[in-house]
């Protein structure tokens, strides 16, 4: 009887032990929020929202980058204006090119509130990822003022030019030792701006003095920025870039350490 109270007692505690993890794994999965405030185009023809979208399934939206977070574990979902109830209740937040007025009539520009909510959110804990673009498709004028508090400005420039299919005139390869660049030996960047540091933001990738991509932390939160919507579904893979890119492989990296940066669940 003693060996069977035994035997019982523990298939309760691994069962609760089990019953618990995966209780707790639940609750603590990470919610990755994509903005389509401040990039809010619509289609000419359709009139529905594309651009950096996770619901864009043409190369010019994200949706296989959303699936490299739900692989990884995450639930991506879409932010309208980022109110600090909204910001509570994702990990991850990312800003893609925000709207010029050539880009949309009535752009929502990132606006002292805008900035408030989003330090805020950061300092506390929060995951925020930039990526502009490149002289005259991004506003840069509100975004930096975002960006200043993180010791980061994008430059409104062309670098990477790249003409027609000469994909190594965007081809880049002088990163820093950096788990965002694992594994990887060149990727491809299109037309992008550079960013001035300051404070402790520091470069992952500096070509000719000119800096591509960065992170910094703030508070308890961390900030990646780079001047390109860069993933996107057109050079994501190979639909059309040659074989020696990685962009998917730094994609796959980036993800996984955006969601790394998370805190864990109290």
């Not at 903005?35 to 994200?62: C, I, M, V």
Request: glycine share 8%.
């Amino acid at each position: 009887m003693k060996h069977l109270r035994h035997s019982f007692n523990r298939f309760l505690l691994i069962f609760f032990f089990l019953t618990g993890f995966f209780f707790q794994s639940s609750f603590a999965q990470p919610v990755v929020g994509l903005d389509n405030w401040f990039n809010r185009e619509t289609n000419a023809k359709t009139g529905q929202p594309f651009h950096y979208l996770w619901t864009d399934t043409e190369w010019s939206g994200y949706s296989r980058w959303g699936e490299i977070f739900t692989s990884m574990g995450a639930r991506t979902t879409t932010i309208e204006k980022p109110l600090a109830s909204v910001l509570k209740n994702i990990d991850v937040y990312i800003i893609v090119d925000p709207d010029t007025t050539t880009e949309s009539k009535t752009p929502n520009y990132i606006m002292p509130d805008d900035v408030k909510a989003i330090k805020k959110w950061v300092k506390r804990g929060g995951v925020l990822a930039v990526l502009a673009n490149d002289a005259p498709n991004c506003e840069f004028t509100h975004l930096n003022r975002l960006m200043k508090n993180f010791g980061m400005q994008f430059n409104h420039v062309v670098l990477h030019p790249v003409t027609g299919t000469e994909f190594e005139m965007g081809a880049s390869t002088a990163f820093e030792d950096h788990p965002v660049f694992k594994g990887v030996s060149k990727i491809y960047i299109k037309e992008v701006s550079d960013i001035n540091l300051s404070r402790n933001a520091r470069s992952l990738l500096t070509e000719n003095g000119k800096v591509l991509i960065a992170e910094t932390a703030y508070g308890k939160g961390y900030v990646f920025a780079i001047g390109d919507p860069w993933i996107y579904n057109e050079y994501i893979d190979h639909d059309r870039l040659p074989s020696g890119f990685e962009n998917r492989k730094a994609a796959e990296n980036l993800t996984g350490f955006l969601l790394g940066k998370v805190p864990p669940t109290p």
